[in-house]
C-alpha cells in the first residue's frame, strides 16, 4: 500500500523519535510505502526544504512554513497559513504523480492541515484516515488559550468540517470516542475506530541507577519522582509544583525532576529561585537518554488540569511502562486513562487539581515497595500487549480495511 503521512511534527534525528517517524517506519517494516509530508510549524518561516530517506526507506519532505511580511499581523498570518497549507497541496500532487496514493493519514487538529485535507476530499482518489488526539478547538478554549464566542464557532465549525474529510477516525480510547461523537458532527459512512497512542517495544537495558544519578546531578538516596513532557498549559505544571512545595515543608524525602521546556518555564525557574532543595529541571535530553535517566527514578507523575471535559490518554505513558516506573496520574475525572492505569495495575489516580491528594498518593506508593516492584514488573507487560508500534500500525491498516462503528 503506498502511504502519505501529513504530519506537523516529525524529527530528522533518527536517535530522537517522534510518534509520527515510529507509526511511518513501522508502516514501512510491514512493507507498505511510506512518504512523509511534514509542515513543520515550529521552523523558523522561510528555512530550506529538508529531504531525505531514513534508514529504513521512509521517504521525507520536510518544509518550513512560508515568510510573510506585512504591516498587518493578522493578514501575515493569514497568509502565512494559506501559503504554507498550499505548498503541501503541491508536494502532494507532485507524490501522486509518480504513483498512486491508496491511505492518507493525517493527525489533529486538522485545521494544521486544512487545503491538503479539502484538495485530497475532492481531488484525490486515497482513503483518508484521521488520527485524532486533540479535540481542537474545545480544549484550547477550556484551559484559556482561545475565547469563547464567534472566535471559538468559527473554528469548532472549521474543524468539524475537515474531520469530516476523512473516511477513518482513530480516537485513543472509547471515552475519546464516545466525546468525538457528542461534540463532532460526522459523516454517516464515517468510521470510528479505537487506535491506542503507540511507541517502539524495544528492550530498554539495565543501568547503573547510582551512576546515572551521580552524572545528572541527582540525589543518589531519595526516591525520585520524575515528571516529562511539554512545560505548557494543560499539562498540570501548577499541580506538580505546589506537591513539590507541600512535600518540602512536610519535609518529605521524596525529590522531583523535570525533564521538558515550554511556554511555563518561568514557573520551574521561579520555584527553583525560591530555594526549597527538592527539584531539578534537565530542560531538553534526547528520547534514548530521557530512557536512561527515567530508569534511575522511582514513580513517574502525570498530570492534567481540573475542569476540563476532554478526555486525555498522555503518550509519556509508553515511555514510563517500557522502563517499569509505576505511574501516579493527576487527571481530570472525564478521562478513562486513570481506570485504565488502575485496572493494568501499573499506576494509581487522583483527580487533576487536587494537590494535596496528588502529595498523600505519591508519598503512599512511595511507602509500599512491594507494591512498586509488582507495577514495575507488569509496565513493559502492559506496553507489549496494548501500545507496541507494530501491533498499532497493523491495527490501523486493518481499520482502513473493514468497517467498525
Request: net charge neutral; with cysteine; glycine share 6%.
Amino acid at each position: 500500500m503506498n502511504i502519505v503521512m501529513l504530519c506537523t511534527k516529525f524529527s530528522l534525528q533518527e536517535n530522537d523519535p517522534w510518534l509520527t517517524n515510529e507509526m511511518a517506519e513501522a508502516l514501512q517494516g510491514q512493507g507498505h510505502s511510506v512518504t512523509v509530508i511534514n509542515l513543520d510549524w515550529a521552523a523558523a518561516a522561510g528555512e530550506p526544504d529538508h529531504r531525505l530517506r531514513t534508514s529504513k526507506g521512509v521517504e521525507v519532505i520536510s518544509v518550513a512554513p512560508l515568510l510573510v511580511r506585512s504591516r498587518l499581523p493578522m493578514l501575515s498570518k493569514v497568509m502565512k497559513w494559506a501559503g504554507s497549507s498550499l505548498r503541501v497541496v503541491k508536494l502532494l500532487r507532485e507524490v501522486s504523480r509518480t504513483r498512486p496514493i491508496d491511505l492518507v493519514v493525517g493527525f489533529s487538529p486538522a485545521v494544521t492541515m486544512s487545503l491538503p485535507l479539502l484538495w485530497q476530499r475532492y481531488r484525490g482518489q486515497a482513503k483518508a484516515y484521521m488520527v485524532l488526539w486533540d479535540f481542537f478547538p474545545h480544549h484550547q478554549q477550556q484551559i484559556g488559550l482561545m475565547p469563547s464566542g464567534l472566535v471559538f464557532a468559527i473554528a469548532k465549525w472549521f474543524e468539524s468540517t475537515l474531520i469530516r474529510t476523512f473516511d477513518h477516525i482513530g480516537c485513543m480510547s472509547p471515552a475519546n470516542i464516545a466525546y468525538l461523537k457528542r461534540h463532532y458532527r460526522l459523516r454517516p459512512s464515517q468510521q470510528v475506530h479505537t487506535l491506542p497512542i503507540w511507541g517502539r517495544n524495544t528492550a530498554v537495558m539495565p543501568l547503573d541507577r547510582q551512576q546515572t544519578r551521580e552524572e545528572m546531578g541527582l540525589p543518589v538516596d531519595r526516591p525520585i519522582v520524575v515528571f516529562g513532557g511539554q512545560l505548557v498549559h494543560g499539562r498540570g505544571v501548577e499541580d506538580l509544583l505546589q506537591v513539590a512545595r507541600i512535600a518540602a515543608r512536610e519535609g518529605s524525602r521524596s525529590y522531583y525532576l523535570i525533564m521538558g521546556s515550554g511556554t511555563l518555564e518561568g514557573q520551574v525557574k521561579a520555584y527553583l529561585d525560591e530555594g526549597h532543595g527538592n527539584l531539578s529541571w534537565i530542560a531538553r535530553v534526547p528520547r534514548e537518554r530521557y530512557l536512561d535517566v527515567a530508569q534511575a527514578c522511582d514513580v513517574a507523575l502525570v498530570c492534567t488540569v481540573r475542569d476540563v471535559d476532554v478526555p486525555s490518554f498522555p503518550s509519556k505513558t509508553i515511555d514510563y511502562l517500557r522502563v517499569g516506573l509505576p505511574i501516579v496520574a493527576s487527571v481530570e475525572r472525564s478521562t478513562d486513562y486513570g481506570d485504565f492505569i488502575v485496572e493494568q495495575d501499573v499506576g494509581v489516580r487522583v483527580e487533576a487539581g487536587e494537590p494535596v491528594q496528588l502529595h498523600e498518593c505519591i508519598e503512599q506508593l512511595l511507602a509500599d515497595p512491594q507494591r512498586l516492584a509488582r507495577m514495575a514488573r507488569r509496565g513493559p507487560e502492559c506496553m507489549a500487549e496494548h501500545f507496541d508500534v507494530e501491533h498499532v500500525a497493523r491495527q490501523l491498516i486493518n481499520q482502513v480495511g473493514r468497517p467498525e462503528r
